[in-house]
Nanobody, 122 residues
């Protein structure tokens, strides 16, 4: 099992960049795929990006392709979500999650962080 804590959210303007960090605890961190999901007010939580346990495979939602990049460093127990060209529609609470396999589906992830708020103004 793993404990996840997100950080790096904030209030930015459209077109700005922001990097979110997911810090994990536990020696087994490198055995988990890590994903980022987000949830905007009044909307369902949606997939953003994911990375395999080895870091060799990634997936991202069509809405963020070319703008968001997920990466990890298992030696540091950290995962990052680099976001550029932010849009108002990116406004949401962003969560990192850990699971046994890389998936775009929430149900495959067993552990979740508390979330960090990203607000993009126009």
């Amino acid at each position: 099992q793993v404990r996840l804590v997100e950080s790096g959210g904030g209030l930015v303007q459209a077109g700005d960049s922001l990097t979110l960090t997911c810090a994990a605890s536990g020696r087994t961190f490198d055995a988990y795929a890590i994903a980022w999901f987000r949830q905007a007010p009044g909307k369902e939580r949606e997939f953003v990006a994911a990375i395999s346990w080895s870091g060799n495979s990634t997936k991202s939602a069509d809405s963020v392709k070319g703008r968001f990049v997920i990466s990890r460093d298992n030696a540091k127990n950290m995962v990052w979500l680099q976001m550029i060209s932010l849009k108002p529609e990116d406004t949401a609470v962003y969560y990192c999650a850990a699971g046994a396999v890389l998936s775009i589906r929430e149900r495959w992830y067993d552990y979740w962080g508390q979330g960090t708020q990203v607000t993009v103004s126009s």
